[in-house]
């Protein structure tokens, strides 16, 4: 299976400041037709997970555009460029390439 | 308005089956390239992706728990059941239901999870 790796798993951040999670594949989630299939996640305080950022670096519905995503093949990134209140939860990178997808450990963002 | 909501059993001894129901609104599974996924979470830990059923019957499980599980789907009922046979403490955890739509394969709404406790 592939593993994916996030980094860091603790983020204490300002408000404010940017902050960067970083998300490894094992192996490269780079599709035929160009698209990297890797999706981003926040889950909240007591609350289900929710979409950010699909095949890479499209921002889902509703998502504010402090929100990005790069990456491709094996090394992805999500940036916040000012980081808000509301950003605290646990973040989780997922390949999305096929089946079965897989998540990152999860990167804890605290103020 | 996508709308998805998990019922079943909170408790279940080890060794029962476990059947949990996702009912959704706002989509149907006879569209092309809808499907509901099953995604767990054990207290305190990272999400696992458990199992997926597309529009066409497609069905999709995690290698390590294949041998017990099965998804299927009631179109008119607008209904995904998953069942787990075999149930152990290790099972327990918030299980989530999630709509998705190939093939950008992405989770983009999901039910409110329910912990199902295995003891």
């Known amino acids: 299976d592939t593993v994916m790796t996030q980094s860091p798993l603790f983020l204490p951040v300002t408000p404010g400041e940017p902050a960067s999670i970083s998300c490894r594949s094992s192996q490269s989630l780079l599709h035929s037709n160009g698209n990297n299939y890797l999706d981003w996640y926040l889950q909240r305080p007591g609350q289900s997970p929710q979409l950010l950022i699909y095949l890479a670096s499209n921002r889902a519905s509703g998502v504010p555009d402090r929100f990005s995503g790069s990456g491709s093949g094996t090394d992805f990134t999500l940036k916040i460029s000012r980081v808000e209140a509301e950003d605290v939860g646990v973040y989780y990178c997922?390949?999305?390439?096929?089946?079965?997808?897989?998540f990152g450990q999860g990167t804890k963002l605290e103020i | 308005q996508i709308t998805l909501k998990e019922s079943g059993p909170t408790l279940v001894k080890p060794t029962q089956t476990l059947t949990l129901t996702c009912t959704f609104s706002g989509f149907s599974l006879s569209t092309w390239g809808v499907g509901v996924g099953w995604i767990r979470q054990p207290p305190g830990k990272a999400l696992e992706w458990v199992a997926l059923?597309?529009?066409?019957?497609?069905?999709r499980y995690s290698p390590s728990l294949k041998s017990r599980l099965t998804i299927s789907k009631d179109t008119s009922k607008n209904q995904v059941v998953l069942v787990m046979t075999n149930m152990d403490p290790v099972d327990t955890a918030t299980y989530y239901c999630?709509?998705?739509?190939?093939?950008?394969?992405?989770?983009?709404?999901w039910g409110q999870g329910t912990l199902v406790t295995v003891s």
């Open positions: 997922m390949r999305a390439l096929q089946t079965p997808y897989t």
């Open positions: 999630a709509h998705t739509v190939s093939p950008h394969h992405y989770f983009d709404f």
């Open positions: 059923i597309y529009w066409d019957d497609d069905l």
